[in-house]
């Protein structure tokens, strides 16, 4: 069976569209009341053709000053080797890695208010890898975000970067080692001896990118971390393909992106965020086109591309099985 654990960093596949609806001061947006709030953010869906519908959620009617919770993902852009192209000679029009010979990828699970989506990316991504390497789909596999989070020394509460080297080195033990906790904690409070309990990968690289080698990765070796600028009005995302229609950036957010489809062009992402962004916290967005991902330049915290205008696509060198 073909298994490599991948990570796909740096693209803004949210940033498609620009503003086209004003925004509000969350004082006035307390004031109108959520109906109001929520008509420009319908209207502009409507006026740009947009195919996502919008609502009330669990985090939309966050104040402003709590968004920055949300996210978490840091700019800091990872460096590595480069690693070989996948060995793919034609990809499939769609692939759902939670339907694709069974269901490869684990429940999601919520931050809270602890800005540690790159945490949660990441436990995803190694989640889906080891199912694949034991060919166990649908298995009930929950590894510890909180020992991510408070001994991996690549983050905090206050965000993280999607950084391999706790994964190859220590790994992940279950999440009874170490709960939850929706803070930093200390890794002197997991529970003694987690080490002989961890999942690890076996090695690392990069990619340069086009979306044809997304799709490849994504494709022949299972989900990917990756990020997304996060805007204001995904926090109202009820389902659809979301494309951003508006809205302030609330800055980048880790995801897992779990699959494709050609034919309505869009990718699928797994996300933290909180319970009721989308019906089962997946949802579909716009497939990033090759033409529009040459003509991007790095925004004012370096979180499109990087300075050899190269995205990252990190994965697990040891063909399994």
Known sequence: ???????????????LAAAVFPLNSSAETDAAGPRARLRPVRDAIRSSGARWTAGETSVSNLPESEWHRLTGLDSTPPTGPQAPEPPVKWLPRAVDWRDNGGNFVTPARQQGGCGSCWSFAMTGALESYVLRKRNTPGADLDLSEQVYVSC??????????????FLLREGLP????????????????????WEGQAHKIDGWGMVSPSLSKIKAALAHYGPLPTSMQVYSDLLDYKSGIYTRVGGKRLGGHAVLLVGYND???????????????????FFPHRLLPDAFARSLRPDHRGLLLNDERRLKIWFNLRRAG
């Open 152 to 165: 991996s020394s690549v983050g905090s509460c206050k965000g993280g970067v999607l950084f391999p080297l």
């Open 174 to 193: 279950p999440e009874s080692a170490y709960p939850y906790i929706e803070a930093n904690g200390s890794c002197a409070d997991a529970k003694p001896g």
């Open 263 to 281: 034919e309505e062009e869009y990718f699928i992402s797994q996300e933290q965020l909180g319970h009721g962004l989308g019906r089962e916290r």
């Open 1 to 15: 069976m073909k298994n490599r654990f991948l990570f796909l960093s740096t693209v803004a596949l949210a940033a």
